[in-house]
């Protein structure tokens, strides 16, 4: 069960990377990256942020920029946050295909 202030830091987190990101897509024309959840550990330490990418074909491309780019996104939502977050959290970035999912069973109940 998630506590009170891990369900109030996952909202300032998803709210946050999707600026950060929001601004970074901004100059790859064509991608869209959307933070569509984060899960924030109990002790608060480490971050689970769960990414939505279109188009799809990109994903998993996208997905190894951000991870490997993961300090340096970690050291600009520290920079926006600080005021905050005594400590931002270690951050780790999954594809969130949910959106795949769901566009599999439309095709497969439309048969």
């Known amino acids: ?9 996952s909202r300032l987190i998803q709210k946050e990377l999707s600026e950060i990101f929001r601004r970074q897509t901004a100059k790859m024309h064509g991608t869209l990256i959307t933070v569509s959840a984060v899960r924030v550990s109990p002790d608060l330490s480490t971050a689970k942020a769960y ?23 970690r050291y600009e939502l520290a920079q926006i946050v600080r005021h905050q977050l005594r400590k931002t959290p270690e951050l780790s970035f999954y594809l ?16």
Do not use: W
Request: glycine share 2%; no cysteine.
């Open 96 to 111: 969130d295909d949910s959106l795949d999912y769901i566009d599999n069973i439309d095709h497969l109940l439309g048969k």
């Open 51 to 73: 990414l939505s990418v279109f188009p799809s074909a990109k994903a998993q491309e996208v997905i190894e920029s951000v991870n490997s780019n993961a300090r340096t996104i």
């Open 1 to 9: 069960m998630e506590s009170t202030r891990q369900a109030k830091i």
